[in-house]
C-alpha cells in the first residue's frame, strides 16, 4: 500500500511557529477531489486534499486548499487543467497562488499573484518545497509589505471565505500604506475576482 504524505506535513504543521488551523475533510469529498487531480496521497497536495478541507495560516492570513470546507472551496473547483494551472491557495487580500507549468516538460512551480503590483510572480519551488517553506515561517518575510498592526486579531476574526477588501487598493501609490487604508470584510472570492479584473484592466 502507498504510504500517505500526510505524516511529514502534519510534522511541520506542529512544528509552525504561527498558528494552523486544519479544517477537517469529508472523505467522500476528498476521494472526488484526488481523481479530478488524478495525485495520490504520496504528494503532499494530494496529502492534504485527503487529510484537509484547508489550512489556515499564520491566523487565516493564509487559506491552502484542500477537499474544501464550507464556503472555503477545493482545489479542483479553482483550478484549470486545460491550461495547466492548479490553484492551491489565497491570502486575506485576494492575492493569489497556482501551481503552473510555464512550459511543456518543465517542472511545475508555484506562482504568486500579489495585489500590490497585480503580476505574477514564480517563486521558483515545487509544491512541497512551497508548503513546507509556509509551515515553517516564510509568510513573515513574504509579506512584511502587506501587513499592518494588530492584523493578526482583524484576519483571525474573518470566516475562511472572507477576504479586505482593501481601499485605495494596494497597487495605488496613496494604498500602499495598509496601516492608513480602509478594510472591510467581503466574500473571498469578489477580492480575487477585483485584483484579477483590475489586472486585465490595466494591462498588467
Not at 507549468?101 to 512541497?128: C, I
Not at 480575487?192 to 486585465?200: G, H, I, L, T
Amino acid at each position: 500500500m502507498d504510504e500517505s504524505a500526510w505524516p511529514e506535513v502534519a510534522a511541520v504543521v506542529t512544528a509552525a511557529p504561527y498558528p494552523v488551523e486544519v479544517l477537517p475533510a469529508d472523505p467522500a469529498r476528498a476521494a472526488g477531489c484526488l481523481a479530478a487531480l488524478e495525485v495520490t496521497t504520496r504528494s503532499w497536495l494530494g496529502a492534504v486534499v485527503a487529510n484537509t478541507g484547508g489550512l489556515l495560516v499564520d491566523h487565516g492570513w493564509l487559506r491552502v486548499l484542500g477537499s474544501g470546507h464550507g464556503g472555503l472551496p477545493d482545489v479542483p473547483a479553482e483550478s484549470d487543467p486545460a491550461r495547466g494551472l492548479v490553484t492551491i491557495g489565497y491570502d486575506v487580500l485576494g492575492g493569489q497562488f497556482v501551481w503552473a507549468q510555464p512550459q511543456p516538460r518543465a517542472r511545475p512551480t508555484v506562482h504568486y499573484f500579489g495585489p500590490d503590483d497585480l503580476g505574477w510572480l514564480d517563486l521558483e519551488q515545487g509544491y512541497a518545497d512551497w508548503l513546507y517553506a509556509v509551515l515553517a515561517g516564510s509568510l513573515t518575510a513574504f509579506y512584511e509589505t502587506l501587513r499592518w498592526p494588530g492584523w493578526e486579531s482583524e484576519v483571525a476574526g474573518l470566516a475562511p471565505d472572507q477576504a479586505f477588501s482593501v481601499w485605495p487598493p494596494p497597487f495605488t501609490r496613496e494604498g500602499k500604506d495598509l496601516s492608513v487604508v480602509s478594510r472591510r470584510a467581503v466574500p473571498l472570492a469578489e477580492a480575487v475576482s477585483f485584483y484579477q479584473d483590475a489586472a486585465r484592466q490595466l494591462g498588467s
